[in-house]
């Protein structure tokens, strides 16, 4: 599972009304909240970002409320990966049931800038700056939620004990 | 080494018979006691539900559905999210509030008993950690993981570090649960209990009614938590008994619980709170507030709509008039309320006053509908977040407090402490 792409670089923070604002909330397919992710405090980002790109943000991105919408939103958009400080806990557990790779990586977070190209290794648990060639290991996954990650979200994985 | 409450609920939930103990940090399956969705999360989760290939819910009267976010409609699409949600209830036979019965789905629940001590609650609305309030353990997830609750009954967690707060003191005046937890916001921040369950202890909080109560768990989520708990009491067991229909149970913190930190706070140093926008973290006491101009004042959410806070509001709106330059908007949190308060003469005294009264929804405290903020305008609200955009305009600008403060300010048409009202 490798990501790799174009750094958008956000603070602390991020709150899931700046990540899909609630006015837009009356519908839930992802390529339509793509089209007004980020919109409140970056107006460039839905129409400039590209399949592959990767957010980066500082402390507790996704705070706010439980809408799902907020990784569809950003899934919509092609955001290949979100790398930051830390998650909100809501936000990080409908990123991983979505199917959206996340990953906590404080000195990738802080380092990056808007622009640089990153390259994610997600079972390794390593970020490639490959502007500045730094790497940056994180903590990897524990094994139950690398295999939700695996079976591309918590919906294939219900259904695969199911069977 | 014992247990904290919330670990001790989420033991009383493991649907293996032979475990007995969890600790922070382990990853457990746990079978849950009610489900809920609103109009905007549950049509993802029916849709994720369908992609599981089950027929059924697991038990119709542990699942809840409320339109409350957008409704009564507030335009064609919405109207659509409500219809697919409507269809699925009637469908599945759900517990189900149709406009004219519903409420904000966080008042509305507690009030009609469908929430216990010792339940766990998982809803796909971020303010389900309300039924703390209760002692139940009750958290908020997204559509997916409430679509195979739904499904199975069962959810995955995380048995979260529990943060310990304990508050020493007797409240002043004009002070309650939503200046006590704006304050506390303040002290650990937006971030200070991530991934941690709040314990609300001690002395001062014996006195707190349950609306106080219920607004300060509600808000555990603004500080990052997972749930926020009290224990049990003569005042739960007053609310509860007669109107919770299924047996409950009362768990206790062990003595020598471990908690990840201790956070102590006098509350008669706390004197009624505003935050300053963008986040509920910059609260300072309503005396610092400065000279600022309101448009709009709200009072009413899943924060501060209960018949309480209305009869707080009240009390200062009551023969006095709204400032002419601001729209004041009262929603009460569910028909019950909106009538208890006809009732007393709340309702009449607030349209005299110029206010504003309206059906219950979510609306403005989401920029919804029912007052959404324009450029540049200012806000001053009961409700519990003030994010960049939240209610309106990215440029808009809310602040929250509880309401009195609100009451205060709709009157002299800038933030203002109740005192300065009666003066």
Known sequence: MKQEGKVWKYGDNVDTDAI??????????????????????????????????????????????SREHAPLALKGAGVSCVVARSFARIFYRNAINVGLPI??????????????????????????????????????YPPFMMALIEAGGLIPYTRERKA | MGHTLTEKLIAAHLPDAHASAVWPGDLVQVAVDLVLSNDITAPIAIREFEKLGVERVFDPERVVMVPDHFAPN??????????SMREFARAQALIYFEVGRMGIEHVLLPEQGLVGPGDVVVGADSHTCTYGALGALATGMGSTDIAVAMATGQI??????????????????????????????????????????????????AELSMAGRFTMANMAIEAGAKAGLFAVDDVTRAYV????????????????????????????????????????ENARPVSQAGEVHVDQVVIGSCTNGRLEDLRVATGLLR?????????????????????????????????????????????????????????????????????????????????????????????????????????
Not at chain 1, 109 to 134: C, F
Not at chain 2, 244 to 267: F, G, L, N, T
């Open chain 1, 103 to 140: 990953l906590e990586c404080p000195g990738a977070a802080d380092d990056a800038e808007s622009g640089h190209q990153l390259a994610i290794d997600l079972k390794a648990g390593q970020v490639r700056n490959l502007s500045t060639g730094q790497v940056y290991q994180a903590a990897p």
């Open chain 1, 20 to 65: 899909i604002p609630a006015r837009y909330l009356n519908v839930s397919m992802p390529e339509e909240l793509a089209r007004h992710c980020m919109e409140d405090i970056d107006s460039a980002f839905a129409g400039a970002v590209e399949a592959g790109d990767v957010v980066v943000a500082g402390e507790n991105f996704g705070c706010g409320s």
């Open chain 2, 156 to 205: 995955w967690m995380r048995v979260p570090e529990t943060l310990r707060i304990v508050y020493h003191g007797a409240l002043r005046p004009w002070v309650g649960g939503k200046d006590l937890i704006l304050h506390t916001i303040g002290r650990i921040g937006v971030a200070g209990a991530r991934y941690q369950s709040i314990e609300f202890v001690g002395p001062a909080l």
């Open chain 2, 74 to 83: 507030k335009d064609i699409k919405s109207a659509e999210q409500c219809r």
């Open chain 2, 319 to 423: 023969g006095r008039q709204v400032h002419s330059d601001v729209r004041c908007i009262v929603i009460p949190g569910t028909q019950q309320v909106y009538l208890d308060a006809l009732r007393e003469g709340l309702v009449e005294a607030l349209v005299e006053a110029g206010a504003v009264v309206s059906t219950p929804t979510c609306g403005p405290c989401l920029g919804g509908y029912m007052g959404v903020l324009a450029a540049g305008e200012r806000a001053l609200s009961t409700t519990n977040r003030n994010f960049r955009g939240r209610m309106g305009h990215p440029d808009s600008l809310v602040y929250l407090a509880g309401p009195a403060v609100a009451a205060a300010s709709a009157l002299l048409g800038r933030i203002a402490a109740p005192e300065e009202v009666l003066s």
């Open chain 2, 241 to 280: 008994d007669g109107r919770v229909k299924r047996p409950y149970h009362v768990y206790q913190a062990d003595d020598d619980a471990a908690y990840a930190r201790v956070v102590e706070i006098d509350v008669g140093q706390i004197e009624p709170q505003v935050a300053f926008p963008h986040l509920p």
